[in-house]
């Protein structure tokens, strides 16, 4: 049986949303960048833009990212993986972080505002993102991790509040801002609300429903603001994929949001 | 074979959202939709549940050959919520939906789970465990094996392996009898391969949750796992299709 139906000959495809390192709170398969690109081999996925996991849940995260590169650096021979540096707004030192970051070979950004305790749409946050935007880096805003419901008991993270990023986005025209984890009603919400926005986008690996979703979302927004992401380790990346790749739409909308529109964002 | 177990159709007066429905699983490849119609918001009157089970018997009716109906009942209406149980299987039910009226431990459950064991027929009870804090009334999968334990031979589905799969899993694992289906958005990498690490194959059932949830994305949470083809294939529909007595 397939792991998917698309015909891989006809388009690549780029996940935005794939993380790799330890996570606090449940073990998942692949933990390395090893055991990441064999994942992404399995299903048939070209590219990753990757962040740390370790620096979701670090206090001050930069020590992740640079561990994360030096298994990147060993052992991602062909650079499929593209490295975005977790850091947090708040945390003293963050300038020269990102400073670092770019050094090491970072080239975007990735911000957790409910785990790291800060409000997207707050001063620091804006300021960093900002930083980022004169770099020419793109920015991804994660919403959750886990479906809420099933978080540790001491932990429980509120989802980051849609309007705070669309806020941001806002303030900050320039900046390429990718909406990341947003669910099935959050998403096309924030795509609606981002109309005249053409640098703000949402990888769709938290979209799992209505029935006929894909149909839905392509109706409504077009392809051109849509990215791929499996949310890997966490989640199974053939979910992701099939209802784009196998979804009832044209095979132009299917590329936009599978490849096309990451290509562009990652200036491939 | 593909059945889904667990969906809804929520149609309307035209039919429009079941045949939509008809469609799209056509065209994936799902042969059979197992179908109900709770309500999840605690505890209605008869007239609300007569009117959701009126609504599953009119999709079944519209698309005899491809849905599957089980009627659903609240079990703390009393006699009224048997008589409903006895009118669906009148219509053409093949199983029992329980949502989140009652936790399926109360007493008032029992005459439907005894109608159940008396049909040979799936009783399907929504579970989840939620660190949020579950609904009043909510079964959570310990529930589930509760039950498992002293009805072994009920044939008893947790759904959506409980939510938080791995505490579903472990909740039922020792409870042979109890089935489980992995409807939902829930695709926790690994979970269906350690569902049926710690199940087996055959007590762990394909469903979607539609129209909630997607087909192409809760098919590929089975497709995309490591299971053998010929677990996949009691995953996926064999089954079902022995639970429903599908042909």
Redesign the interface.
């Known amino acids: 049986?397939?792991?998917?139906k698309m015909e891989k000959a006809t388009i690549t495809m780029i996940d935005f949303c794939c993380d790799i390192g330890n996570y606090a709170f449940?073990e998942?398969?692949a933990d390395d960048t090893a055991g990441t690109l064999a994942l992404m081999d399995r299903?048939g996925i070209d590219l990753a833009v990757v962040g740390s996991i370790d620096a979701i849940t670090y206090v001050s995260p930069h020590p992740a990212n640079e561990r994360l590169m030096a298994d990147l650096q060993a052992n991602d021979p062909d650079s499929r993986l593209i490295p975005y540096t977790t850091l947090s707004p708040v945390y003293p030192g963050v300038e020269r972080d990102m400073e670092e970051s770019r050094e090491l070979g970072f080239r975007g950004l990735k911000l957790y505002p409910s785990y790291h305790g800060y409000q997207i749409d707050d001063p620091p946050a804006l300021r960093l993102i900002e930083m980022a935007t004169g770099w020419g880096w793109p920015v991804i805003v994660t919403v959750r991790i886990e479906?809420?419901?099933?978080?540790?008991?001491l932990m429980?993270v509120k989802p980051v509040p849609l309007e705070s990023i669309m806020w941001a986005a806002r303030q900050l025209p320039e900046a390429t801002i990718i909406l990341s984890a947003g669910n099935?009603a959050g998403t096309p919400r924030f795509l609606e609300q981002t109309r005249d926005l053409p640098n703000v986008y949402a990888e769709l690996s938290y979209?799992?429903?209505?029935?006929?979703?894909?149909e839905i979302l392509v109706e409504r927004f077009g392809s051109e603001r849509m990215l791929l992401g499996t949310h890997?380790?966490?989640?199974?990346?053939?979910?992701?994929?099939?209802?784009i790749a196998?979804?009832?739409i044209s095979e132009a909308a299917k590329q936009a949001i599978l490849e096309g529109n990451a290509a562009h964002i990652l200036g491939l | 074979m593909l059945i889904d177990f667990h969906a809804h159709v929520q149609d309307d007066d035209e039919g429009t959202r079941a045949d939509?429905?008809v469609r799209?699983a056509r065209?994936?490849g799902i042969d059979y939709i197992g179908i109900s119609e709770p309500v999840t918001h605690s505890r209605d009157s008869l007239e609300i549940v007569q009117r959701q089970n009126d609504l599953v018997f009119r999709t079944y009716e519209r698309h005899p050959d491809f849905f599957i109906p089980l009627v659903y009942t609240h079990a703390n209406l009393g006699q009224a919520a048997l008589d409903e149980v006895h009118k669906g299987f009148d219509r053409g039910a093949r199983g029992i939906k329980m949502e989140v009226a009652t936790v399926i431990t109360d007493k008032c459950v029992e005459p439907i789970i005894e109608e159940a064991i008396a049909r040979d027929v799936a009783l399907l009870q929504h579970s989840?465990h939620?660190?949020?804090g579950n609904y009043p009334f909510e079964t959570d999968g310990v529930h589930c094996a509760e039950i498992g334990r002293r009805y072994p031979e009920l044939k008893l589905v947790m759904a959506h392996i409980s939510?938080?799969n791995?505490w579903g899993i472990r909740a039922i694992r020792d409870v042979p009898s109890v089935y489980t289906d992995c409807s939902g958005?829930?695709?926790?990498?690994?979970h269906?391969e350690y569902c049926v690490e710690q199940l087996g194959a055959d007590r762990l059932l394909w469903g979607t949750d539609?129209?909630?949830?997607?087909?192409?994305?809760?098919?590929?949470?089975v497709?995309?796992?490591h299971l053998s083809?010929e677990a996949?294939a009691k995953v996926l529909g064999l089954n079902a299709a022995k639970l429903l007595k599908v042909v």
């Open positions: 049986m397939a792991v998917h449940r998942w398969p299903a479906d809420e419901r099933h978080h540790h008991p429980k099935s979209v799992k429903g209505p029935l006929r979703a894909l890997m380790p966490f989640v199974y990346p053939g979910c992701g994929i099939a209802k196998e979804a009832d | 939509e429905m799209e065209r994936i989840w939620k660190v949020t939510g938080d791995r958005s829930i695709a926790d990498y690994g269906i539609a129209r909630g949830a997607d087909f192409l994305y809760t098919l590929a949470k497709r995309d796992s083809d996949k």
